[in-house]
């Protein structure tokens, strides 16, 4: 458990970091643009590999279940990650009415997806890991919200960022329950 935490630790002070937009701005002045980018993914990958091998470890073996979720929740968890998966791919496709609406998709999508991931597992580790990814987006989106003054920008009609980000979504949604879960992660979706 103790590697997972470190990697949590490391993957969101970098994350948390560009919420420092003064701390940040200094790094880029002392470092340049692309050094400072280099840096920050290096030290996100890092943190990532970290959380990911530390997760794996856990499971394997220092499991310690808290509750046994009902099946129920289960399955709303599955239904919950497909807007989940859609919010995500918006974050990376063209502009539409999805992102206009959400204004950052991505962190919606991270809020949503660790909320499911929350309801479906009921270990420490799940507590502490997807715990962690919500708290850091509610975060990270109030920190926005207050660094853009809460200016809203809607788009008013469903274009074609709308249509890839929902193709997208699906098509990932689809393959983790069709297995890509299980061939990541060890677990199935319906496990």
């Known amino acids: 458990m103790a ?63 808290l509750w046994d979720p009902p099946i129920g929740l289960r399955h709303a968890a599955t239904l919950l990650l497909l807007p989940a998966m859609v919010l995500l791919a918006a974050a990376y496709a063209p502009a539409g009415l999805i992102k206009g609406v959400t204004q950052h998709p991505m962190l919606t999508g991270v809020k949503l997806w660790a909320f499911a991931h929350l309801l479906a597992n009921g270990d420490l580790g799940s507590v502490i890991l997807f715990g962690t990814f919500l708290a850091w987006a509610a975060y990270d989106r109030i920190a926005v919200k207050r660094r853009e003054g809460g200016t809203v920008r809607v788009r008013t009609g469903w274009n074609r960022g709308d249509w890839i980000a929902v193709g997208l979504g699906a098509f990932a949604w689809i393959a983790f329950i069709g297995g890509l879960h299980r061939w990541l992660f060890g677990v199935g979706v319906f496990a």
């Open 3 to 65: 590697v997972l935490i470190v990697g949590l630790i490391v993957f969101f002070a970098a994350h948390s970091f560009t919420t420092l937009r003064e701390a940040r701005a200094g790094l880029v002045a002392r470092l340049g643009e692309g050094p400072y980018q280099i840096a920050h993914s290096l030290v996100s990958l890092a943190g990532l590999v970290l959380i990911i091998w530390g997760f794996g470890t856990y499971r394997a073996e220092g499991y310690i279940p």
